[in-house]
């Protein structure tokens, strides 16, 4: 949640300094950690090259005085020079001004993730949408452990909002259901989100024992973004990438990432926390793909290939219907013709049918669903592929 970043190269097994504006590559700088002011080195990197971008710029909190626990003990507030803005309109301009360097910096079916609280993320919204960006969802993190409201006079906050937005209406962003579902023990992912804070062995110290970073993002928040928005080799920028929980995630996961990061004592804690983050194989990448995904076979290809030849019989799901192949993959059954999902919608008299699921073939006696054969006919065209 700071306003800029710094750069390691993960291939190598040395952390190396990180590189300045004046020594960016003309190519993408993937999976380092740039050094400077985030809008400067968005506007230094190529046009169209990232992905995915998830940002977590500053809160511009407006903290009056130290806050205090009930022993009088002092709250380890967000107090850094990098949360601190003159007015709201120097923070308007400064919100405009990155989400416009960032907004360029993705493909045309990229997407951005933005986190913040009540004091900044309702005008983070508004300039998102004044700028082109397609709103998808609002998210509300809802923290399993938040710090209490010491004082008694307002509510206790116990969330964080993030806003997921398409660069342009119409875009094809990325978007993995099945994934998230299967995250979610196989229910449909909603848009609240109960996830604890970063605590424990988790949150990170620097050389004084105190946390190296005042918000440090949990892990297990970024593994379901990236996970659900994101696809293996996909390039992730983080433009406040802080102690680089982005970059520690994205390189577990298997996608490429690039931090920005102008405060060096986050990019040495960064850099040090990458460089013990190992990439999992390519068989734990793997995730759920949406059927919608999955390329289209025309039941007519089961009948060319003669997987089911002309004249023979399905039955449907219940055996109380039956209805025979055609040598143009249509189908005929109590004199009704149509393609697999027309018979079966109009023998069943219902508005639609699936006939994938809906016909069976007999073999040996037993009634095996038409759907086999087009899973067979797609395992074959990705083998090929």
Not at 309 to 334: C, F, M, Q, T, Y
Request: net charge positive.
């Amino acid at each position: 949640m700071t306003q800029t970043t710094s750069t390691r190269r993960a291939a190598t097994p040395r952390v190396q300094a990180a590189p300045s504006l004046d020594q960016l590559p003309h190519q993408l700088p993937r999976n380092s950690i740039i050094a400077g002011d985030c809008i400067a080195a968005m506007r230094a990197l190529p046009e169209a090259s990232v992905d995915l971008i998830f940002a977590d710029p500053p809160y511009n909190l407006q903290l009056r005085g130290d806050l205090h626990r009930p022993d009088n003990s002092r709250v380890d507030a967000v107090d850094d020079h990098w949360d601190q803005f003159g007015s709201f309109a120097a923070y308007d301009g400064f919100t405009r001004d990155w989400l416009a360097a960032a907004r360029r910096l993705l493909k045309p079916d990229g997407a951005i993730w933005v986190i913040g609280s009540y004091h900044n993320i309702f005008r983070v919204g508004a300039e998102l949408q004044n700028q082109g960006f397609w709103i998808l969802n609002d998210v509300v993190w809802r923290k399993s452990n938040p710090m209490p409201n010491f004082r008694g006079k307002r509510l206790t906050n116990a969330h964080e909002t993030l806003i997921w937005a398409s660069k342009s209406e119409g875009a094809k962003y990325t978007f993995n259901y099945e994934a998230l579902k299967s995250l979610n023990e196989g229910i449909q992912m909603r848009s609240d989100w109960t996830l604890p804070i970063c605590t424990g062995s988790e949150r990170l110290k620097g050389q004084d024992g105190a946390k190296a970073h005042p918000t440090q993002k949990p892990e297990s928040l970024l593994h379901r973004i990236i996970v659900g928005t994101t696809n293996p080799g996909d390039v992730v920028l983080d433009p406040f990438f802080g102690t680089g929980t982005t970059g520690a995630v994205a390189k577990m996961l298997g996608r490429d990432w690039i931090g920005i990061e102008r405060e060096e004592a986050y990019r040495e804690v960064a850099e040090r926390r990458l460089s013990r983050v190992r990439r999992l194989d390519s068989s734990a990448l793997a995730t759920t793909t949406s059927k919608r995904a999955e390329p289209r076979v025309p039941f007519g290809q089961v009948v060319e290939r003669g997987m089911l030849r002309p004249g023979e019989e399905l039955w449907s799901i219940n055996s109380r219907h039956k209805a025979r192949v055609r040598a143009d993959g249509s189908l005929i059954g109590n004199d009704v013709k149509g393609s697999i999902h027309q018979v079966g919608a109009a023998l069943e008299g219902a508005p639609s049918c699936n006939g994938w699921t809906y016909w069976h073939f007999k073999r040996e006696g037993r009634m095996v669903p038409i759907d086999l054969l087009r899973q067979q006919i797609r395992a074959e065209m990705t083998a090929s592929n």
